[in-house]
């Protein structure tokens, strides 16, 4: 692993005073620990049939979907008062496949029956049996400039850096360069979104925005999706409303676990992963230019595509 590691092109994030370098490996880049995770599930993780990746990049919206789609194919056996998103952070309850040891992932089959794996491994660089398995995949993506903000205040808040010592423009620059965390950003959504037209029926897309301004459709289209349905019952009883309000924002933000835990092992407070939750927030940052350069870019990297980001 070393000697992989070593040949790869680096980059030390300067505007967070150097403490972070990423590395640049089959054309994304990222931290090394988790870059070290990506090689061995790429070496030996064998997905399954019927798993479900959670896909993304970081910051669009991961720990929502997978609240989501955690309370979706548990909601069986668990309800509001029993389940586990209550005591244990949603990255605990659905296995991340770059942090986790493959025996997680069979304990979790086992146990739980839970089927859930994410990732923020782009599409062509997913474990080779994801694919040839023909599981689905679920990839949500979001807003890029409130993507940028999002990972700006993430990578500064774990290195416990004020904003004063942690200059928004250098950042932005860095974003823009392609250099984020599995960046660059739009390279991730333009694989992804590539790969659910050709596999319409194994990937489906769901937009951060979309699924604030639409919660009932798109949660039920990800229910559909995962094999989860509800039925016509369940609706009239108001599981949907009550997966809703229990994932969203409010509810999840203002949970103990997620207001003052941290994770086994990390010195990473949970509630990073839950700031403002807002659409737009990217207006209380950036400058007209900001805005000017980042919109020309996205329009030169999805012209054609339909892909709305902006
Ligand atoms: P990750 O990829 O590191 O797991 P991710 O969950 O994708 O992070 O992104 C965190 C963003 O989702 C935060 O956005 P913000 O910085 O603009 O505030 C976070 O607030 C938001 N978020 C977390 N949970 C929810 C939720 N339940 N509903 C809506 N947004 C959420």
Redesign the pocket.
């Known amino acids: 692993m070393e000697e992989i590691i070593k040949t790869l092109p680096q980059h030390t994030c300067n505007w967070l005073k150097g403490k972070i370098t990423m590395y640049k490996y089959q054309d994304f880049w990222t931290i090394k620990h988790l870059l070290e995770g990506g090689i061995l599930a790429q070496q030996s993780f064998k997905a399954e049939p019927n798993d479900v990746f959670l896909c993304?990049a970081?910051?669009?919206?991961?720990?929502?979907l997978k609240?989501l789609a955690f309370a979706i194919v548990t909601r069986e056996k668990f309800d509001e008062s029993t389940t586990p998103l209550l005591t244990k952070f949603v990255?605990e309850c659905v296995p991340f496949l770059e942090k986790s040891q493959v025996e997680e992932h069979e304990n979790n089959r086992k146990n739980l029956s839970l089927p859930l794996i994410a990732t923020?491994i782009p599409y062509a660089s997913l474990p080779e049996s994801v694919i040839s398995s023909n599981c689905k995949i679920v990839y949500i993506y979001r807003n890029i400039k409130?993507v940028i903000?999002?990972h700006y205040?993430?990578l500064r808040e774990g290195l416990k850096l004020p904003m004063e010592d942690a200059p928004f423009e250098e950042a932005f620059e860095e974003f823009c360069q392609g250099v984020s965390g599995y960046g660059p950003y739009w390279d991730h959504v333009l694989g992804y979104w590539k790969a659910s037209l050709e596999r319409p029926d194994k990937i489906l897309l769901l937009k951060y925005e979309d699924l604030k301004s639409e919660p009932k459709s798109n949660v039920k289209r990800l229910a559909d999706f995962i094999g989860c349905p509800f039925s016509v019952d369940e609706e009239k009883a108001g599981v949907v409303d009550n997966i809703i309000r229990f994932?969203?924002?409010e509810n999840?933000s203002n949970l103990e676990v997620n207001k003052t835990g941290k994770r086994n092992g990390s010195v990473t407070e949970n509630r990073i992963?839950?700031?403002?939750?807002?659409d737009g927030?990217w207006k209380n940052y950036f400058t007209n230019e900001m805005k000017e350069k980042i919109d020309k870019l996205t329009d030169e990297k999805f012209n054609g595509t339909g892909l709305l980001l902006k």
């Open positions: 993304s970081p910051k669009t919206g991961t720990t929502w609240s990255h923020h409130d903000v999002s205040h993430f994932c969203g924002f999840m992963y839950f700031r403002k939750a807002k927030d």
